[in-house]
Each structure stands twice: as structure tokens, then as C-alpha cells.
């Protein structure tokens, strides 16, 4: 299970309420009262009210945050209420995704009106082209057309080629779509941190499969959002980045370039650190080189003299340090509800008419150990079995009455109850087991005899000592052994339930390793 602090959720919050301005032109949260982001559009009804109703949906937003916030601190000091709270965390959080999709779409429209200004007042400003030589090359451009916005300001229409000055637009407008990826991501991500725990939590079977369906579903959500923002992420990097690029070789700026290689270099390294060890290699990337598009952008900024662009960008920088990205692996796995019961003996009856025995439980997963006390051609009274308890019957396939006792999770155990039964009178008490929803009879079937397991890890590199350690924890006794340049194998055990084991401690250890339960005949 992995624990997500208060910390990482206060962060993430504050990254879902400031995300909009990663693309350098937001509005202030919390400010009914709005401005124009751009000098000149204050006249224009459709863009201000836009404005005013993004506002206002911030503070809705904003408001339902706190309540998750409140939420979350009432189910950590009341644990025993969980299944409540969770129920009420998730409506309220349906209620932020419903706000953020509606901001997004707001957005969009807001940054539109915004560009299309900007294009028709191009022929206000100066067309005049920087030569290389020039200190500031956005010098002449008027005041009112420095936009917040580094990619409305009319320099790059005028300086780039046509084609690449559309791709860096198209590339603009993608912001808002990544910053949409990521908000619903990290949602998400508070969700199935919230179901993770109240699986683990979960007592009844029908209630786990329940939130392990939401949080399955959440998952692939999220594996969809991620590849969405890999997609438009890689297209805003490449655009502007070469956009900025031949400007800057235009213009001589080689220590710019310089610097921009540097970060980009750092970058890819700590990337390749963090590889399969957060939620999303996408979103890590996402926001290594997010951080150096934007430090690069502050620079071209500067030198251009496009003061407002360049303060926006400095805020940008100071967001984006203040977001733990790094969010841990939430990997999950399925838990199978056996019930496991041992061998007792009650002097007064456990069965009657009104409680008769029950029918044996075959589960579809997992492995179940009971002892077959007999097979009967017809149905057999509870006095037969000398009062021992828990008992369950099948009916086979030749309509005989097979009757069980007791549900172990090793066969070690099985056997302890065997010997117990003999003890007490029982004849022929055999072993049997289910793996799987396959039967076997233990004690009849040589061949089942001598199956046993191993654990199978295939990984190119060395097994970290975390994987070392949580494999000496649960296979007390087995080696690991290496067979060739990638397999890792562990045992043999005789026992597939201890096999099973092993193999779900290693997977929780490191989930990017690929493991599987081998049978192997000896």
C-alpha cells in the first residue's frame, strides 16, 4: 500500500487551483471582480463576462477543495466512518471534474478571443524586423501589444516563417489542453490513493470488488490522460522549441542556446533516474521539461524587452517548484476473500435441520486446502463426522456426497489437521486442494505429488535489495538463483498459496518487475 501524505495532497491542490496559469496568462483565483489580461479587450462584453464566469467557477472550485480537505481530516480521525467519508470525497470530487471541465472549455474560448485580437491589431505595431544586431528587438512594438502571453506578442508573426508561426499558435492553444491532462490526473490520483486504502480496509467481499472495479477504472483513465498529454506535450515542446531556437540563432543568442541545452541535458537525466518509479513517467516528464521550456521562455522574454511575458513566466517558475510531481506507484492488487477456517470439535451439534452443513465454497482464484473426510452415495447425517467443525459437502460428478472439512491457506497446515483428524478416529482423512477452481486430491493422485511451484522474475538489471529483502522475508529457506541474462527464479515450493506469496511481495516491492508463478514437475 502506499501512503500518500498530507503534504503531496496539499500540493497537488495547490497545483489544480494554479494551473491555469502555466500557460502564462491567468486570471487571479478568488477575484470576482476581473481585469482584461490584455490591454484593449476591456470593451469586449463576451470575453469579460467569460472572465468573470472563470472566476466564479474558481471559487466554487475552490470551495469544494476545502470540504475534500475537511473531508479527508474527519476520515483520518474517525477511521470507523471510512466507508461513509469515501462515499461523500468521491461525489464531491465528480463535482470538481464537472468545474474543471467547464474552466477548460472556458479557457479555450478565453484564449481564442484573446489571439484573434492580437492577430487583427497587428497592423497597429511596427512590422519592421530586428536585425541581429539589435539590443531589443521587440522594442518598437507598442506597450499595449506586450501581451502576458509570450506567443500573442506580434514579434513571432513577424519573425518566423508562416507555417512554423502556426505550429507554435497550435502549440499555444495545446497548453490548455496538457494543463487539463494533468489537473484531471492528479484528481484522479487523490481518488485511488482514497480506494486504495479503503480496499485494503475493506472487509467483505462484495464491498472490495466494488472499489477495486473503481479503482481499476480510475486507473485506465489515467493511463488514458497520461498518453493525451504525452502526445500534446511532445508537440508543444518540439514546436516552440524550435521556434524559439531559430529566433535565437537569428539573432546571435548563443549562450542562450547554450544554457537551453544545459537544462534540457539535466532534464533528460533525471528523467531517466525517475523512470518506473512515480504514478506516470509522463507526468514526470511533463514536468521536468516544463520547467526548462519555461526558463527558456523567460529568457527569450528578456531579451526581447516583453517585460509583462517575462514577469508572467517568473510566476509560472515559482508554481512549478512549488508542486510535488513525484507522485509514488499506487499498485494494487486483487485480493481473494478465502475463508479460512482449522479443525475443531464441539461436544454439542454445530449442525441441524434449521442449519444444515454447507455446500462447499470453489473459489475462481486462489488456493484453498481442505481434508475430504469421505465420499458417500447418499446424503449423510451431521452425527457421522464426531462433532467436527467447520464441514461443507460437494456433490461430484458421479453423484456422489464428498464431504470437507475445515479451509487451510498451506498444505503445512492441511496436514496438521490431517494428522489431528486421524487422531480423533477419522479412517481416511485425505488432502485436497483448489488452485484456481482446480481440484486436486493430495493424497490419491501421485502425480500431484510432485507439482511444485517456483517464482519467475524476469528483469535485465540486478534485483535491488528492497526485491532481495522482501524475498528472504517470504520464502524463508528458498534461494534465489539467476538462469541466463534476465530470469531470476525463486524455490522450488512445494506449496503454490506460499509461491503466490513471494510473488505478490515483490510485485508490491517493485511493480515494473515481470513475475509470474511457474508449475514445474519434479
Given at each position: ?18 494551473a491555469v ?5 491567468g ?7 476581473v481585469?482584461a ?22 471559487i ?20 470507523g466512518?471510512?466507508?461513509?467519508y ?12 464537472e ?30 524586423p530586428?536585425?541581429p ?17 509570450l506567443?500573442?506578442n ?24 496538457a494543463?487539463d ?28 470488488a ?10 485506465g ?5 497520461a ?14 522549441s ?7 540563432d ?5 549562450a542562450?542556446l547554450s544554457?537551453?541545452?544545459e ?11 525517475l523512470r ?10 511533463y514536468?521536468l521539461?516544463?520547467k526548462?521550456?519555461v526558463?527558456?521562455e ?11 511575458a517575462?514577469?508572467?513566466l517568473?510566476?509560472?517558475t ?10 509514488p ?36 482464484h ?7 473426510l ?7 447425517a451431521?452425527?457421522?463426522f ?11 460428478d ?8 475445515g ?5 503445512e497446515?492441511?496436514?496438521a ?5 486421524k ?36 528483469s ?6 528492497a526485491?532481495k ?6 520464502a ?9 541474462q ?13 509461491a503466490?506469496?513471494?510473488?505478490a ?18
Amino acid at each position: 500500500m502506499v501512503e500518500v501524505t498530507q503534504t503531496m495532497f496539499r500540493r497537488i491542490l495547490i497545483y489544480a487551483l494554479g494551473a491555469v496559469f502555466l500557460t502564462a496568462g491567468g486570471v487571479r483565483a478568488q477575484q470576482p471582480e476581473v481585469e482584461a489580461r490584455i490591454a484593449g479587450l476591456e470593451g469586449n462584453a463576451e470575453y469579460m463576462s467569460l472572465l468573470r464566469e472563470d472566476a466564479q467557477l474558481q471559487i466554487r472550485e475552490d470551495s469544494i477543495v476545502n470540504a475534500v480537505e475537511r473531508m479527508r481530516r474527519q476520515l483520518r480521525e474517525d477511521p470507523g466512518k471510512r466507508q461513509q467519508y469515501s462515499q461523500e470525497i468521491l461525489q464531491l470530487e465528480s463535482r470538481i471534474f464537472e468545474i474543471r471541465n467547464a474552466k477548460g472549455r472556458l479557457i479555450d474560448r478565453i484564449n481564442t478571443i484573446e489571439q484573434e485580437w492580437v492577430l487583427a491589431n497587428l497592423n497597429g505595431a511596427s512590422s519592421q524586423p530586428a536585425g541581429p544586431a539589435a539590443e531589443n528587438p521587440a522594442a518598437e512594438i507598442p506597450d499595449s501589444l506586450k501581451v502576458r502571453n509570450l506567443v500573442s506578442n506580434p514579434y513571432f508573426r513577424e519573425q518566423l516563417p508562416e507555417a512554423d508561426y502556426a505550429a507554435l499558435v497550435e502549440a499555444q492553444r495545446l497548453e490548455f489542453d496538457a494543463v487539463d491532462y494533468v489537473n484531471r490526473y492528479f484528481a484522479n490520483y487523490g481518488t485511488i490513493s482514497e480506494l486504495a486504502e479503503a480496499y485494503a480496509a475493506a472487509q467483505a467481499e462484495a464491498d472490495a470488488a466494488e472499489i477495486y472495479d473503481k479503482y481499476k477504472t480510475l486507473q485506465g483513465f489515467n493511463r488514458v490522460l497520461a498518453d493525451s498529454l504525452s502526445d500534446a506535450w511532445n508537440y508543444i515542446f518540439d514546436n516552440k522549441s524550435y521556434a524559439y531556437g531559430y529566433l535565437m540563432d537569428k539573432l546571435g543568442r548563443d549562450a542562450i542556446l547554450s544554457r537551453e541545452e544545459e537544462r534540457l541535458s539535466e532534464a533528460a537525466r533525471q528523467l531517466s533516474e525517475l523512470r518506473g518509479e512515480t504514478a506516470s513517467d509522463a507526468v514526470t516528464d511533463y514536468f521536468l521539461r516544463k520547467k526548462v521550456l519555461v526558463g527558456y521562455e523567460t529568457s527569450v522574454a528578456d531579451m526581447l524587452g516583453l517585460t509583462s511575458a517575462r514577469d508572467s513566466l517568473r510566476g509560472v517558475t515559482a508554481q512549478l517548484e512549488g508542486i510535488d510531481f513525484r507522485l509514488p506507484r499506487i499498485d494494487v492488487a486483487e485480493r481473494y476473500f478465502l475463508d479460512y477456517d482449522s479443525v475443531s470439535f464441539s461436544s454439542t451439534p454445530k449442525y441441524s435441520y434449521q442449519h444444515p452443513i454447507p455446500e462447499c465454497k470453489v473459489y475462481e482464484h486462489g488456493t484453498i486446502y481442505r481434508i475430504l473426510l469421505g465420499t458417500f452415495n447418499t446424503k449423510r447425517a451431521v452425527s457421522t463426522f464426531r462433532g467436527a467443525y467447520p464441514l461443507s459437502y460437494l456433490v461430484n460428478d458421479d453423484r456422489k456426497w464428498c464431504y470437507y472439512a475445515g479451509g487451510f491457506a498451506t498444505r503445512e497446515e492441511a496436514e496438521a489437521a490431517q494428522k489431528l483428524l486421524k487422531a480423533r478416529g477419522f479412517v481416511r482423512p485425505e488432502i485436497v486442494v483448489w488452485t484456481d477452481g482446480e481440484y486436486r486430491n493430495l493424497s490419491k493422485d501421485p502425480e500431484a505429488q510432485h507439482i511444485a511451484y517456483r517464482v519467475e522474475i524476469v528483469s535485465s538489471e540486478a534485483l535491488s535489495d528492497a526485491v532481495k529483502a522482501a524475498i528472504t522475508d517470504t520464502a524463508e529457506g528458498c534461494e534465489l538463483s539467476r538462469v541466463g541474462q534476465q530470469l531470476f527464479v525463486v524455490g522450488t515450493f512445494d506449496d503454490k498459496a506460499v509461491a503466490d506469496r513471494v510473488a505478490a511481495a515483490v510485485t508490491q516491492t517493485d511493480p515494473a518487475l515481470e513475475i509470474k508463478v511457474a508449475e514445474i514437475a519434479e
